[in-house]
């Protein structure tokens, strides 16, 4: 009974914010059964650590004596389970968009945190617009480039694919010109055959899935930025306990 009347005296906005996480919570939990039923165990485990990850929204509040927004809030959740609908139900190889989308709300979400902790590094000060705008930049590019150390050193240590290949029909490099110094070019490739195996062409290994990935992270954190500078700090994503979110 006292559980009962101690979650009634909570904001609506945080028992929401609660129910919403626990069903996210649930739906993972029920994933992972499936996923280690159908012996697919890394993805089972992904799932058990999203639900570590939805948690964490909630885990700031608490730490930091903020709320966040309700609708960034929902948005952190979905794009916590993003990578497990991406591994678990296969939406990074039904659809050409899906892992390109989440690069793209990455760097929106660490933009947001980056301005956080710009704000809260400051102790209280005032800084520049400008400053935290280049400091949110800054950290969500970083971000982005740490992850892709980490897909790469999964790659070479482990043979994943997580820089994914890309066929390519022309290359332009110094080592296939046959001079010293001249570039070479190689078009129009139509099929390679690597060991008898036959492919559509040239793979690059990742490069080009890589550097996309990093160039629509940066657009994201960008386009967040530059909207933030616009509404002037009038709808803060985090904001102190006892305003409302």
């Not at 059964?33 to 650590?49: D, Q, R, V």
């Not at 209280?124 to 400053?131: C, M, Q, T």
Request: proline letters at 3%.
């Amino acid at each position: 009974m006292r559980m009962a009347e101690k979650w009634k005296s909570k904001p609506k906005k945080w028992r929401i914010k609660v129910a919403v996480m626990f069903l996210c919570q649930l739906f993972c939990l029920g994933s992972a059964l499936w996923l280690f039923s159908k012996k697919k165990i890394l993805c089972g485990f992904l799932a058990l650590l999203t639900v570590v990850l939805l948690a964490i929204p909630l885990g700031v509040e608490k730490h930091f004596c903020c709320t966040i927004a309700l609708p960034v809030y929902f948005f952190m959740l979905a794009y916590a389970l993003g990578p497990l609908l991406g591994d678990g139900y296969r939406l990074y190889h039904l659809t050409s968009w899906w892992d390109k989308l989440l690069h793209c709300a990455g760097g929106v979400f660490f933009a947001m945190l980056g301005l956080f902790l710009a704000q809260f590094l400051s102790h209280g000060k005032n800084l520049s617009p400008a400053l935290t705008a280049v400091f949110a930049l800054c950290f969500s590019m970083a971000v982005a480039v740490l992850w892709e150390f980490f897909e790469y050193g999964a790659d070479r240590l482990f043979a994943m694919d997580m820089q994914n290949d890309t066929y390519i029909t022309q290359i332009h490099s110094y080592l296939i010109s046959g001079q010293l110094g001249e570039l070479g070019h190689l078009k129009g490739i139509e099929s390679v055959t690597v060991n008898g195996m036959p492919m559509e062409g040239y793979l690059d290994i990742g490069l080009i899935d890589t550097m996309n990935d990093m160039l629509i992270e940066t657009v994201g954190a960008l386009g967040y930025v530059l909207l933030n500078a616009l509404d002037r700090g009038r709808h803060p994503v985090f904001q102190p306990s006892g305003r409302a979110s």
